[in-house]
């Protein structure tokens, strides 16, 4: 058992049994192998469930507005960016919150070890190894091979805000060209990005598990689910899932904190994310903004200067 | 009845040629007073405009756009103060913001960049708005009809 699992729970044990707070929110081991669930802990008795490993993929800041009462999280460095964005627009009370900070190495994405070895039955994590016994067949593969895409450009592994730091921190490697994956997106022609988002688009079935899980997806009600005026249908086609996933984008423009919750908890693995940095790497491009790095930047969207670029209005 | 050459009558239904339907929202203090000055001055422009008022630039909800192209708008036309001049100081410096970005996103998507258009027009401006409209007309009258990525085809459940 690694040092930091033990400080995580020795700390949550001391929080709940000081009366410090009233639940903490953590991992705990999930009962499909290579995922790990969302827990709350409530007692002191119960603070050995929690985990802290590769497995640990949701943005646990999603739960942090929806539980009442004071709170302690897990957080990670796209935890801790959510919730800096979440202070911002009033979602959280700093007072109630209390921020156990880790740094992270990136998360698993199964689906990598899914396309090779189909459905996982078993699997351990060993020293960076993860071996796994899959549906058709077994297979070790190194950390680095089925490190979430999100995770190999993460640029704050470790939390920008926290009450206590628990284990080591992550070097945050220098990276030659931000959004390479965005550039090489725009480099292609308008008819290759068309016919990839809607090949995208058509494997979208709606089931809105990307908004769900986004911990700034917070609307009491969600666009989709609105009736006057009703935006969308139930109907499940390429227009209209375009629709759904351009209107969350726009919503998220300038606060999305690309932690690839929305991405991993897709069912039919649709590229999500390359819309949300696509508008991220716009926001940083023409506003010099990154969201959630400090409480004290204003979001990009909320405030404006004379000089913003204004090269798309009409030549009349 | 006196008549330009470039004048549209808009009750000629023998005028089989291609006309878009261009959904403009306009904002009440500048483009939509200058859409008025436009008519009362006898400016002339294409009837491709189905005119909505809105407030404020800054009222526009990317879902507004969305919509219209789903519902199956040629083109959509957003106008509003001049920057400086909102009629609620910042209203269209917080609205340039997310229209830039709204623009980008739509052409990376693969929507027809000449679908959606902005501009700012001032009440003073009614030959101005004429020739917007008309620009606004002739680009997306070369796109054709909305094929777009957004529009819902076979009215995909919706009310119409």
């Known amino acids: 058992m690694s040092s930091v699992v033990e400080e995580i729970r020795e700390t949550a044990r001391q929080l709940l049994a000081d009366g410090k707070v009233d639940v903490v929110i953590g991992y705990e081991k999930g009962t499909l192998p290579l995922k790990a669930t969302p827990c709350f802990v409530r007692t002191a008795q119960n603070v050995d469930k929690l985990i802290w490993d590769e497995t640990c993929e949701n943005n646990l800041a999603a739960f942090s507005y929806k539980i009442p009462g004071k709170k302690a999280i897990i957080t990670k460095g796209c935890d801790s960016r959510a919730l800096v964005v979440l202070l911002q627009e009033n979602q959280l009370v700093k007072d109630d919150l209390y921020i156990i900070g880790v740094s992270c190495q990136g998360v698993v994405d199964k689906r990598k070890i899914e396309n090779e070895l189909g459905e996982i039955i078993e699997a351990t994590i060993t020293d960076g190894k993860i071996s796994v016994k899959g549906m058709s067949g077994s297979g070790e593969f190194t950390f680095a091979e089925v490190k979430d895409a999100t995770c190999q450009t993460c640029r704050y592994p470790n939390p920008v805000i926290e009450d206590i730091h628990l284990g080591g921190t992550v070097e945050v490697p220098e990276e030659a060209v931000l959004f390479a994956d965005v550039l090489e997106m725009e480099a292609k022609s308008d008819s290759e990005r068309e016919a990839y988002f809607g090949e995208q688009m058509d494997k979208c079935i709606r089931c809105y598990s990307c908004r769900n899980a986004c911990p700034l997806c917070y609307c009491q009600e969600c666009f989709v689910d609105c009736n006057t005026p009703r935006w969308l249908t139930g109907g499940v086609n390429r227009a209209e899932n375009l629709f759904f996933q351009a209107g969350r984008v726009l919503h998220l423009a300038g606060r999305c904190v690309d932690c690839g919750t929305c991405s991993r908890a897709c069912p039919q693995g649709v590229d999500i994310r390359a819309l949300n940095r696509k508008m991220s790497r716009d926001v940083l491009e023409m506003y010099q903004h990154e969201s959630g790095i400090s409480e004290d930047v204003k979001p990009a969207l909320n405030v404006y200067s004379g000089d913003d670029p204004e090269a798309f209005l009409v030549k009349e | ?160």
């Open chain 2, 1 to 160: 009845m006196f008549m330009e050459d470039r004048q549209v009558n808009v009750s000629d239904t023998d005028n089989k040629a291609y006309q878009p339907k261009i959904a403009a929202f306009l904002c009440n203090w500048c483009s939509y007073a200058g859409a008025d000055l436009a008519g009362v001055s006898r400016f002339q422009y294409p009837a491709t405009i189905r005119t909505i008022r809105v407030p404020c630039s800054g009222r526009i909800n990317p879902l507004y756009l969305l919509k219209a192209m789903a519902n199956g708008a040629d083109g959509v036309l957003v106008s509003g103060c001049h920057p400086g001049d909102c009629h609620y100081i910042s209203g269209n410096y917080v609205a340039r913001r997310k229209f830039a970005l709204i623009k980008s996103l739509l052409k990376h998507v693969g929507l027809e960049e000449d679908r959606v258009s902005f501009s700012w027009v001032s009440a003073a401006e009614g030959v101005r708005f004429s020739e917007v409209v008309k620009g606004v007309t002739e680009r997306v009258a070369a796109l054709g009809p909305n094929n777009s990525v957004f529009k819902v085809k076979d009215g995909g459940g919706t009310d119409e």
